[in-house]
């Protein structure tokens, strides 16, 4: 049992590369969440599933995109790097049907831009 | 905007001591708290969640939640260097579709 796996650990871009991160859960959990967290500023969600086939924006969605492939796989795409989107990116599941919505938090995603 | 805050730190105790980590927040309809502890490089792990009014304890851990004042603290009893780390505080607010707002994080040093 893995809980919450995330691909690649580390990414280095250039500016206006694109890239995919990429995150799975093996725990059947229905939620799925993207964050970044940068120095001082806590974690700030960008998109989440609530559900297989549903995603919908959270506070910093600007220059993202996601996709739900299914009920394991959530992935997180940047079409164009930017500098302000190095960050350490963590992705995370929860089960809907749980009241006290804990959320598993994967390893993280260190991703600079140059 | 609804926002979840914390005192940055860092917040420095000896071994043994207690350690008080504070946590208001600005939305009164918030339903659940979360408190997690991050080691440097590492993510997040949930160590306790509240949502009456009082006191819960875990082990060396209380959470105390106080929906009136808007406010949620941790206290971690009989501080081990091992407890050195950042603490998020994490709120599920009114009508977010299981989302958390999570404060910006506490970092403690527990002092041998």
């Known amino acids: 049992n893995a809980g919450v796996t995330q691909t690649p650990k580390f990414q280095v871009l250039k500016t206006g590369q694109s890239m995919t991160l990429q995150c799975a859960q093996d725990?059947?959990?229905?939620?799925m969440y993207w964050y970044r967290q940068d120095p001082g500023m806590g974690l700030r969600l960008i998109y989440y599933s609530a559900s297989e086939g549903t995603t919908d924006k959270g506070e910093v969605p600007n220059g993202y995109n996601v996709s739900r492939l299914n009920k394991r796989e959530f992935s997180l795409r940047l079409e164009s790097a930017a500098p302000s989107q190095t960050s350490v990116y963590f992705c995370?599941?929860?089960?809907?049907?749980?009241?006290?919505?804990?959320?598993?938090f994967g390893p993280g995603t260190r991703l600079t831009v140059l | 905007q609804k926002e979840v805050e914390q005192n940055s730190g860092p917040l420095s105790v000896p071994e043994g001591a207690i350690a008080s980590l504070n946590c208001t927040y600005s939305d009164r309809g918030s339903q659940s708290f979360f408190w997690y502890r991050q080691y440097s490089g590492k993510s997040p792990e949930l160590i306790m969640f509240i949502y009456s009014n009082g006191d819960k304890e875990d082990g060396r851990f209380t959470a105390q939640l106080n929906k009136a004042s808007q406010y949620v603290s941790l206290l971690i009893r009989d501080s081990q260097p091992s407890d050195s780390a950042t603490y998020l505080c994490?709120?599920?607010?009114?009508?977010?579709?299981?989302?958390?707002?999570f404060g910006s994080g506490t970092q403690l040093t527990v002092l041998p």
């Open positions: 995370a599941s929860s089960d809907a049907g749980h009241s006290y919505n804990e959320q598993f």
């Open positions: 725990m059947n959990h229905n939620s």
């Open positions: 994490a709120v599920r607010e009114t009508g977010s579709a299981r989302q958390l707002t």
